[in-house]
């Protein structure tokens, strides 16, 4: 009973029947992404270049929202806050 066969070996699943225990450590690293830049240097480039431009341009918000709110800011704000 002293030799296992490969499908009850407790080895770690190494490849090739080393009977070793798999470096997790150069696993993490490439899931982790630490031997590669998060950012490449042209992508570093364009995030210089990078300018926001947010709005809303949705049916809901220009025929419904933007009228309503206009419409309470003008009616409830008191003329003195402007």
Do not use: C, H, W
Request: charged residues 20%.
């Amino acid at each position: 009973m002293s030799s296992l066969t490969a499908a009850n070996r407790n080895d770690g699943g190494s490849i090739g029947g080393g009977g070793g225990v798999p470096d997790f450590s150069l696993i993490m690293k490439f899931l982790l992404g630490i031997n590669r830049p998060y950012v490449t240097e042209e992508g570093a480039q364009k995030l210089k270049q990078y300018k926001y431009q947010g709005g809303d341009t949705g049916f809901v918000y220009r025929y419904l929202y933007n009228p309503l709110a206009l419409k309470i800011v003008e009616k409830f704000t008191p003329e003195y806050l402007a």
